[in-house]
């Protein structure tokens, strides 16, 4: 159950993690977040694990989590901005994918014990990234830019703040579908064989559709603090 009591454990640190920098930074800290967690989720993709018995790849709560970031920024300042924040993901990406692979380029000093086993470990981590980062580029791209379309879209239908649930889920659990089904076909197409590949994307959008159900709460927070406007660093 390690592995399952630290999914829970990650889960709730990331969503306090957002809601920290919400609080602290305003608006930016919620568009901080998204570069950190399109970052964070495609180092942490490399390592498969296994939840419930089910094959995994780490990065599902960390990534899941930008669709929270979305929804708040849709939610309190609007499709803009939140349109705004998922560009600045996708350069992120683009940036930390080139810099990291010219990076690999260069030859470690010879004779340093610790910059050759930096410069391995470094090259086990990012020599992977290329596919990854393509499948990462698409996937993100087309479940973020549905969600922020999605979440408006049925907010027009739902507008009443006690409604705010309806929006969130339904925008965000059709978008981790989408992002998911994109991912795992160009990320692992080839690379597994079909019966994993398989489980690998039931498990992954299982755990992402516990993280945009789990995200609802926190999507009513961030607007309770939008509507008090005091943020430490604002």
Do not use: C
């Amino acid at each position: 159950m390690q592995n399952e009591i630290l999914w829970l454990a990650m889960l709730l640190a990331n969503f306090l993690f957002i809601i920290l920098a919400y609080r602290i930074f305003g608006k930016w800290g919620l568009i901080i977040w998204i570069p950190i967690s399109v970052i964070v989720a495609n180092i942490q993709v490399i390592q498969t694990v296994e939840f419930f018995g089910l094959i995994a790849t780490l990065g599902n709560i960390v990534y899941a989590s930008s669709f929270l970031v979305t929804d708040i920024l849709s939610e309190n300042y609007g499709k803009e901005d939140a349109k705004k924040a998922v560009w600045i993901g996708f350069f992120s990406l683009i940036s930390m994918t080139l810099l990291m692979n010219m990076s690999l380029l260069f030859i470690p000093l010879a004779g340093d014990e610790f910059a050759g086993r930096a410069h391995e470990a470094t090259s086990t981590i990012f020599s992977l990234m290329p596919r990854i980062a393509v499948a990462s580029l698409v996937a993100y791209l087309l479940s973020q830019r549905h969600d922020v379309w999605a979440y408006h879209f049925w907010r027009k239908r739902f507008p009443n703040e006690n409604q705010i649930w309806i929006r969130n889920n339904l925008s965000t659990i059709i978008s981790q579908f989408i992002d998911s089904t994109v991912f795992v076909l160009i990320a692992f197409w080839g690379v597994f064989e079909t019966s994993v590949m398989w489980e690998i994307f039931i498990t992954t959008y299982f755990l992402k559709f516990i993280v945009a159900v789990a995200d609802t709460p926190f999507v009513y927070w961030g607007k309770r603090i939008f509507k008090k406007g005091k943020f430490y660093l604002d």
